[in-house]
């Protein structure tokens, strides 16, 4: 047997993929709550995480939060760092408040394991360093290096680790994000460009029962606004823009002076980007005195399924089928790390835990799912040139 002196394992050969030994590690990373705005928190599971590397084979950096934004964690394996290698991407913070556990505590009903965060994506996070420890207790070593940047901020956009994960990506061959599965186990070849856009709006106020004539409502030009905004939808591109936050006016017998809106943007390519992202700037008032201000850019490029993601689709794909399961790939709406680096690197993504329900009070992730994705992601590290 092979021993470790990490807190989280023991490991023989013969079944270095227990299903309930990376269970008994995700409860662990679960059952430390990790709002993004609870930085100590995630700083906590960070601290966690990187004494778990502390017996293994790499070096570690750890990267000071700013911005009221947790710490992040980059592992390197000390082997293979001479030339381009592998880059595993995963995030540690969840959407969840604070006391969210005590409604959806860990447990384990059948083939689900619950716990906030488990599916979106502790879970992945985990099974990705089991099998870099998998990988260091056998003679067949991966032939490139493997960095695995650990994130706080992914579920507010990556405001803090974007320039972190672009750089790293730029140096790798290959990128690995370690988000859920989709739908049954499928991996994730594409993802939509995400636009974040705020409207600003200025009217003239006046009394709306002695004087309406001298106003100039900046609530009725919101409603061209969304009216505008809502024109732009066109699902058969797959562009949808989406009106979610509205403010305006002060009293109901005061025409409204402001107004407000925040807009959600999801685009499949670069050109539909470069398009709707001028279009959203673009947007006029349709009244005489009132101003219309927008602001906002696209935080998340589109990930497109290119050439060298295909290949590493194709390649992914072998190793499961030799495994003992089919992976479908798919395109999502949602935006992930792997964003900020398919344009420049083969990137693969989805390759976390399959499960349902992230972001809710029922996450979960399939235990059944443990094991063949670590062997996936172990296999991966080991044969990728």
């Given at each position: 047997m092979i021993?470790?002196?990490?807190?989280?394992?023991?490991m023989?050969?013969?079944?270095?993929f227990?299903?309930?030994?990376?269970?008994?590690?995700?409860r662990?990373?679960?059952?430390?709550?990790t709002p993004?705005?609870?930085p100590e928190?995630?700083n906590?599971?960070?601290?966690?995480?990187?004494e778990?590397?502390r017996?293994?084979p790499?070096t570690?950096?750890?990267?000071a939060?700013?911005?009221?934004?947790?710490?992040?964690?980059?592992?390197?394996s000390?082997?293979?760092?001479d030339?381009p290698?592998i880059?595993?991407?995963?995030?540690?913070?969840?959407?969840?408040?604070?006391?969210?556990?005590?409604?959806?505590?860990?447990?384990?009903e059948?083939?689900?394991?619950?716990?906030?965060?488990?599916?979106d994506?502790?879970g992945g996070?985990?099974?990705?360093?089991?099998?870099?420890?998998a990988l260091?207790?056998?003679?067949?070593r991966?032939p490139l290096?493997?960095?695995?940047?650990?994130?706080?901020?992914?579920?507010?956009?990556?405001p803090?680790?974007?320039?972190l994960?672009e750089?790293?990506?730029?140096?790798?061959?290959?990128?690995?994000?370690?988000?859920?599965?989709?739908?049954g186990g499928?991996?994730?070849?594409?993802?939509?460009g995400?636009?974040?856009?705020q409207v600003?709006i200025?009217?003239?106020?006046?009394?709306?029962?002695?004087?309406?004539?001298?106003?100039?409502?900046?609530v009725?030009?919101?409603?061209?606004?969304i009216?505008?905004?809502?024109?732009m939808?066109?699902?058969k591109?797959?562009?949808?823009?989406n009106?979610?936050?509205?403010r305006?006016?002060?009293r109901?017998n005061?025409?409204?002076?402001e107004?407000y809106?925040?807009?959600?943007?999801?685009?499949?390519?670069f050109?539909d980007?470069?398009?709707f992202v001028?279009r959203i700037?673009?947007?006029?008032?349709?009244?005489?005195?009132?101003?219309?201000?927008?602001?906002?850019e696209?935080?998340?490029?589109?990930?497109?399924?290119?050439?060298?993601?295909?290949?590493?689709?194709?390649?992914?794909?072998?190793?499961?089928?030799?495994?003992?399961f089919?992976l479908?790939?798919t395109h999502?709406?949602?935006?992930?790390?792997?964003?900020?680096?398919?344009?420049?690197?083969?990137?693969?993504?989805?390759?976390?835990?399959d499960?349902?329900?992230?972001?809710?009070?029922?996450?979960?992730?399939?235990?059944?799912?443990?094991?063949?994705?670590?062997?996936?992601?172990?296999?991966?590290?080991?044969?990728?040139?």
């Amino acid at each position: 047997m092979i021993r470790f002196k990490g807190t989280d394992t023991s490991m023989t050969g013969s079944n270095l993929f227990d299903s309930q030994t990376i269970l008994d590690g995700i409860r662990r990373w679960v059952e430390i709550e990790t709002p993004t705005e609870v930085p100590e928190q995630v700083n906590k599971l960070i601290s966690m995480v990187a004494e778990q590397y502390r017996d293994l084979p790499v070096t570690l950096e750890r990267v000071a939060g700013i911005d009221g934004c947790g710490d992040h964690l980059v592992v390197r394996s000390t082997c293979g760092q001479d030339q381009p290698g592998i880059l595993v991407l995963s995030h540690l913070d969840t959407v969840h408040p604070m006391g969210f556990i005590a409604r959806l505590p860990f447990k384990v009903e059948g083939d689900s394991a619950f716990g906030p965060g488990i599916y979106d994506m502790k879970g992945g996070a985990y099974i990705a360093y089991h099998a870099f420890r998998a990988l260091c207790a056998t003679a067949d070593r991966s032939p490139l290096g493997i960095t695995h940047v650990f994130t706080s901020d992914e579920e507010i956009g990556s405001p803090t680790s974007r320039a972190l994960i672009e750089k790293e990506g730029r140096k790798a061959k290959y990128v690995l994000v370690t988000e859920p599965a989709r739908d049954g186990g499928k991996i994730v070849t594409g993802r939509k460009g995400v636009g974040r856009f705020q409207v600003f709006i200025k009217g003239v106020p006046a009394h709306a029962g002695t004087r309406p004539e001298d106003g100039r409502s900046a609530v009725r030009e919101l409603a061209n606004v969304i009216q505008a905004l809502e024109g732009m939808n066109d699902l058969k591109r797959g562009v949808t823009v989406n009106v979610g936050v509205v403010r305006g006016g002060s009293r109901p017998n005061v025409t409204p002076e402001e107004a407000y809106a925040e807009i959600d943007l999801r685009v499949p390519s670069f050109e539909d980007a470069e398009e709707f992202v001028g279009r959203i700037l673009g947007l006029e008032s349709k009244t005489e005195g009132v101003t219309v201000k927008v602001t906002g850019e696209l935080n998340r490029p589109p990930y497109e399924k290119s050439n060298s993601g295909a290949s590493l689709y194709e390649h992914a794909k072998t190793l499961a089928a030799e495994i003992g399961f089919d992976l479908v790939d798919t395109h999502t709406g949602g935006g992930s790390d792997g964003n900020f680096t398919a344009a420049n690197t083969g990137t693969l993504d989805g390759l976390g835990v399959d499960g349902k329900g992230a972001h809710t009070h029922y996450e979960q992730l399939y235990v059944s799912s443990l094991e063949p994705r670590a062997r996936l992601l172990y296999r991966l590290y080991q044969t990728l040139r």
